[in-house]
């Protein structure tokens, strides 16, 4: 493992403890309830958003350390940022997401900042639902609230995931996740970091 994988391995340990914005939010705008049969992850998000700004998200979850991690940088990436920046992220992170690593553009991962932690997460396609758990939870949320995000180009995560549009209601409901595509090739392994975080030494 390179230096540089280190780094990003690190990255997503420190997320999946610190958890940043965790905690449920009073009173959102919108709510939603997301589950990942595969790996057992599942979130309630919920998320308020003022003047065209997401002005808070607040959310309570479990699973691998991946998905919590992904919630946690989410979190830093969105909160505060305009509803068209929301969006570019989300196209962002998902083209990241999908990438296989093969890479994405420096630009991008300079936007996603601690998000350019999971490129190499992107190699293994049973965790890449862990990592969109989060955003596809924001994007159904910020649907509910009445204020969701103009589609960028590429429609952003869930466009292509099995994501069910929201119900006409803000009760939670857990949206379908799209199968896994094959495994990656012989000698393939998922990133070497715990499921949970409290079984990190």
């Known amino acids: 493992m390179n230096e540089l994988d280190q780094l990003y391995q690190q990255v997503i340990l420190d997320h999946s403890r610190e958890r940043h914005g965790a905690g449920a939010l009073k009173d959102p705008d919108g709510r939603s309830h997301q589950v990942n049969p595969t790996c057992g992850d599942e979130v ?87 990592a969109l758990l989060g955003w596809m939870a924001l994007k159904d949320a910020l649907a509910k609230s009445g204020a969701a995000p103009p589609a960028p180009d590429g429609g952003g995560p869930g466009a292509d995931d099995g994501i069910v549009p929201p119900a006409a209601d803000d009760g939670p409901r857990p949206s379908p996740l799209r199968p896994a595509p094959p495994a990656a090739g012989p000698g393939g392994a998922a990133p070497s970091v715990p499921d949970r975080p409290e079984e990190t030494p």
């Not at 929301?86 to 991008?108: I, K, P, Y």
Request: proline share 1%.
């Open 44 to 130: 309630t998000l919920g998320v308020r958003v003022v003047d065209g700004r997401v002005a808070a998200i607040g959310w309570e979850g479990e699973g691998c350390s991946i998905s919590q991690a992904s919630i946690s940088v989410m979190h830093d990436l969105v909160v505060g940022a305009d509803l068209a920046a929301v969006a570019r992220l989300e196209e962002d992170f998902d083209a990241l997401m999908h990438s296989r690593g093969r890479g994405v553009d420096e630009a991008v991962l300079d936007e996603l900042d601690d998000g350019a932690a999971f490129e190499g997460v992107s190699k293994y396609p049973n965790r890449v639902k862990c």
